[in-house]
């Protein structure tokens, strides 16, 4: 079957302004030292620019002001924001509000698009995506003990959440919650909208993580008690007992986008690590010309390409096929994109020493997000399993006790295969 990554010209040159404008506009704002409301009227201004452009939320569809872009044209999009940490707020896709407005704008209906949809897209909301809890484990998420009780016509909600994204500054949040406890594992779940103000909502705090603290605005991962929480009925989102499948949903494509971000991240730290080989000397020339070093390079341009390549094969797959025929591709680059992106930050941190352990350069802080990228949308062990079980599908033990390719067998099958052949030219001798 023929892979087929190309997009027309008028797009290439979309992507072209948008690395110009990453670079000269977004790029400043990670340095840029201004008070929050200075801060955000500059956004503001570059938000604008990004709407005029016609690229502001691009994964949704036009009807919605989006693009309606398919998951390759959205991968290479995200690959170019992945750079820079401020580029998806500017854009319109900043997580987890992307997935969010994926979501609403997927199985909201028209009254849940008016109240939460319409106005998250405008900057008007912000919102959170309530699943993991502490005593639960993220890798099976199946055993949720979070309850949403329909009595009436509200939802009874009582749980405990963390890192929940986005959660202290958040105005509703999607919350996972099991509703179906008598149900299969994979029906138990649903997902309801769930306004921040609603009494018995308590926000307890933003969880200091190896990452830092540094996030502006109170962005972060929040834990969250859920305490006879009462939400109007119409606040479920899709059907009953189908969180599970809207969640696939939200994940396969977004997962997509996450290692794109983090090539586009790599693809920096790459960069850096050239030109500080080059510009660096050591040892009676410059770094560039030892052998480790070429060997950094060498390796970390092999990986990167490798990951580009088997990201877009796999947003190839979900336009033709469908995210759920992608799960095996998907779960490759989730892991195998984590993997390249420690190791390529690794190298350039490195190369620089001292200079790039300090705050001076993005190096020490693009260190600590990437150990976090082995764990989002699951971690990487469940990942791993989920490949091999994928390619064991297509494998059958072999009878007998020897493998298929035991040489002793192999030579006595060929034997009798061509014993009448080997006979004829035997006599013919």
Known sequence: MAWDF?????????????REFVRDEIYPLEVLEADDGS???????????VKERKLWATHLPPELGGQGFGQVK??????ILGASVWAPTVFGNQAPDSGNSEILANFGTSRQKEL???????????????????????SDPVDLSTTAELRGDEWVINGHKWFTSNGMIADFLIVMAATEPDAGPYERASMIIVPTDTPGLKRLRNIPTMAGEHERFGYGHAEIL???VRVPKENLLGERGKGFLIAQHRLGPGRIHHCM??????????DMLCERALQRRAFGGPLADKQTVQNWIADSAAEMQAARLMTLHAAWVIDREGAPAARKEISLIKFFGARVLHDVIDRALQLHGSLGYSSDLPLEE???????????????EVHRQSVARYILRDYKAPKGPWPREHVPTRREAARRKFAAMLETMTADV
Do not use: C
């Not at 801060?39 to 620019?49: A, G, N, S, W, Y």
């Not at 959205?74 to 690959?79: N, R, T, V």
């Open 6 to 18: 190309s997009t027309e010209p008028e797009f290439e040159k979309q992507l072209q302004w948008m």
């Open 39 to 49: 801060f955000m009227r500059i956004v503001r201004t570059l938000q604008k620019e």
């Open 74 to 79: 959205l991968g290479l999009i995200h690959e």
């Open 116 to 138: 939460w949809l319409h106005p998250l897209l405008e900057g008007k909301l912000r919102s959170g995506f309530s699943m993991t809890e502490p005593h639960n484990a993220g």
């Open 226 to 228: 859920y305490e006879d």
């Open 261 to 270: 971000r983090w090539l586009g991240q790599a693809r920096r730290a790459f």
């Open 366 to 380: 693009m260190y600590r997000h990437a150990r976090a990228a082995r764990m989002y949308d699951g971690p990487d």
